[in-house]
């Protein structure tokens, strides 16, 4: 099956594609705000495996996906674009920089991702990690397992409104296709992706929140470009997207 997709803006003629690509349990709706704001670019929001109106497609790993991509880039005719992916989005988007079908791609915008662990028993460790959180997604009532997941470290950002909004957005997600998708591409079974993208072709640029401490030190323990979006924790673009849109349309103007 192929994966839904969403023009989000029609942008001016000539410039390259925007390609959204979101986190676990979201969806294309979550770039919307974001798009809107970078009008001038032509912008495709894909619904990834088991998420939106991609709840049927399944998904082998991070090769297939990079193939459902190319597909997709394929299926819209677009030459050239640049992806920008948040969390999940962005290891797929750095998996696929790295080790995908792309040509056309101009480069690559990744927000709060983790580039790879860099032994076998971490990545152990993390594969049964994401085993148990898939099986509680399968078990449980949907609205359990977030409420759970959005009490993770990363998520201290949250206010209780603002996680409960969470909770009640990504409420009509499929508990199984979500757990399918999360241990496909768990961070166990991703490559340790530090040597090739230091090595990338085309221009790569990180954006982590002032307050996601974590994710900036992972990416200055790689030695990636990294730009920090102010008064923001590890969803930068929906806490605070105006100064991220600033940093991306920086980004997408200046990528050297």
Known sequence: MRLATCVLQPGEAGRPWLIWLHGLLGNHHEWRAIAACCAQWPSLAIDLPGHGDSVAVTCGGFDDISAQISATVRRHHIERYWLVGYSLGGRIAMYYACHGRHNGLQGAIIEG????????????????????????????????????????????????????????????????????????????????????????????????????????????????????????????????????????????????
């Open 113 to 256: 991702s983790n580039p790879g662990l860099d032994c076998e028993q971490r990545r152990s460790q993390r594969c049964a990690q994401d085993a148990a959180w898939a099986e509680r997604f399968r078990r449980q009532p949907i609205t359990e397992g977030l409420a759970d997941w959005y009490q993770q470290p990363v998520f201290t950002e949250l206010c209780p409104v603002r996680r409960q909004a969470l909770i009640t957005a990504r409420a009509d997600n499929s508990g199984s296709a979500v757990a399918d998708m999360l241990e496909a591409t768990s961070l166990g079974r991703q490559p340790f992706l530090v040597p090739q993208l230091r090595q990338l072709t085309v221009p790569l640029r990180v954006l982590c929140g002032e307050n996601d401490a974590k994710f900036q030190r992972l990416a200055r323990h790689a030695g990636l470009p990294l730009r920090i979006v102010p008064r923001a924790g590890h969803n930068a673009h929906l806490v605070n997207p105006q100064d991220f849109v600033t940093e991306l349309q920086d980004f997408l103007v200046n990528p050297g």
